[in-house]
């Protein structure tokens, strides 16, 4: 039996980040929550169905270090010039990010996937503000069949009804159109993006048919920053 000390740290993280989910640890802490172990072992099953993922289920690339100074060099256009932009813009620091162990593969989900979210956010164009959030969650949605996105999706939704009502359009159609995307688009996991940093941002979204103009064209008053990189 569980705990009840641990439920009650449980439902009071829960609350927290539905009150304010721009609160990344409460989030991050919710993770065994919303996604468990049985939950963990069927979403491998089902990513080793596609042949990419099998293949990053072997070699396991990871983002790893980031020399932050070394990315802001490359050229401009480049993914690792527009991931590094992007984390000194929103003041994000690559360090502060728990650096995951990865012995199992339901393991190398949880860090590949927390390693590659701001990767995402670059390739999608989302902000990071909590349209962008959702935005980027129905992408992995879509992408993966995450139950952890699932779980944030439904508290940025109660989020929207209970305290930022005037937000919902916004929102929504941020979750529509990383839907959409995500559908489209190839999958993005296990993608080794450690050698793609000097390659055009363009080129990588072009090579996982992330086609960002012709989804913003039909969800018109979407446009993001970025979609035109």
Do not use: K
């Not at 993770?31 to 293949?55: F, G, K, N």
């Not at 916004?170 to 000097?198: Q, Y």
Request: aromatic content about 8%; some cysteine.
């Amino acid at each position: 039996m569980r705990n009840p000390l641990a439920y009650a740290r449980t439902a009071w993280r829960m609350a927290h980040a539905l009150r304010d989910p721009e609160q990344l640890q409460d989030i991050l802490e919710l993770a065994a929550v919303l996604a468990p172990p049985a939950a963990m072992t069927r979403l491998v099953e089902r990513l080793m169905q596609h042949d990419s993922a099998a293949e990053a289920f072997v070699e396991r690339p990871r983002v790893g270090y980031l020399h932050l100074a070394s990315l802001l060099h490359l050229p401009e256009g480049s993914l690792g010039r527009a991931y590094a932009d992007h984390l000194v813009e929103n003041g994000l620091d690559p360090d502060a990010l728990p650096a995951l162990e990865a012995h199992t593969d339901e393991e190398y989900v949880r860090a590949h996937m927390l390693e590659s979210h701001d990767v995402w956010h670059v390739l999608t164009g989302f902000p990071t503000d909590v349209a962008g959030e959702l935005g980027v969650q129905a992408f992995s949605l879509a992408q993966v069949g995450s139950p952890f996105a699932l779980g944030i999706l439904t508290g940025g939704l109660a989020n929207t009804l209970l305290y930022a009502f005037s937000e919902r359009d916004v929102r929504m159609r941020a979750i529509v159109r990383g839907w959409i995307l995500g559908r489209r688009a190839r999958l993005l996991f296990g993608a080794p993006w450690r050698r793609m940093w000097e390659l055009p941002l363009v080129e990588v979204r072009g090579r996982y048919a992330l086609d960002l103009a012709a989804v913003d064209a039909v969800l018109p008053g979407s446009a993001y920053p970025g979609q035109s990189c």
